[in-house]
């Protein structure tokens, strides 16, 4: 009984370059949701998917951030022309039904390093 | 008002003494109060959670203490073992919302 799983879990780019992080669900979860943790700071909300659906996006930025969570396959979080500031760990968690209905479930991370 | 603020930053016990961390809120309207764990290079766990209408859960060692007036709670670790060091977040949400608002952390040493 797998876990939420994200990879990669370590990820280095440079700046301008892209980075996308993918978050798989805990089987039997449709709900999935992206943190981000900048170092020494908590957890902010950023997103949170159903299938094909964006529910709430109030915690990505304006710009250079998306997210999707296909009908098949991974959830994932692109970021574009990354910028040294967004190095950061990005947690995914899922759950079966809303967050607001059930405990979620975090995956361990994706470190994402810009130099 | 969304912020949750938790102290101390860090915290040093002695094996076998108390850990108590603290978080207080502002938006009234917050129903669900869970604390986390986290290990370096881990995800966050969910260790022990509750909601306004209890003051008090208890877990094992772990307990939460709530006060709805103060909008303060608490989260007391009993009998702390060196095992415990970690991070540990607070965090609260609302009625028909879909996210967490996590306090800023609180790193704990337990010493043998």
């Known amino acids: 009984n797998a876990g939420v799983m994200q990879n990669p879990r370590h990820l280095v780019r440079r700046r301008g370059q892209e980075a996308r992080l993918r978050c798989s669900p805990m089987?039997?979860?449709?709900?999935v949701y992206w943190y981000r943790q900048l170092p020494e700071e908590g957890l902010k909300f950023m997103v949170y998917?159903?299938?094909?659906?964006?529910?709430?996006e109030s915690g990505m930025p304006k710009e250079r951030f998306s997210a999707e969570f296909p009908k098949e396959g991974p959830s994932i979080l692109r970021i574009q022309q990354v910028v040294r500031g967004d190095s950061a760990a990005y947690f995914c968690?899922?759950?079966?039904?809303?967050?607001?209905?059930?405990?979620?479930?975090f995956g361990e991370g994706s470190w994402l390093t810009v130099v | 008002q969304q912020q949750v603020k938790q102290s101390p930053q860090s915290l040093i016990v002695q094996k076998g003494g108390i850990s108590i961390i603290n978080c207080a809120y502002e938006?009234?309207?917050?129903?669900?109060f869970p604390w986390y764990q986290q290990f370096p290079g881990k995800g966050p766990a969910l260790l022990i959670a509750?909601?306004?209408?209890?003051s008090e859960k208890k877990e094992g060692r772990f307990t939460i203490s709530f006060n709805k007036s103060a909008k303060q709670f608490s989260l007391h670790i009993m009998d702390s073992q060196p095992g415990d060091s970690a991070t540990y977040f607070c965090a609260a949400s609302a009625p028909n919302t879909d996210k967490l608002i996590f306090g800023t952390g609180t790193r704990l040493q337990v010493f043998p």
């Open positions: 998917l159903q299938k094909e659906n964006i529910i709430d």
């Open positions: 089987k039997g979860h449709s709900h």
């Open positions: 968690a899922s759950s079966p039904n809303r967050a607001a209905e059930n405990t979620i479930y």
């Open positions: 938006n009234t309207a917050f129903d669900y």
């Open positions: 509750i909601r306004p209408d209890v």
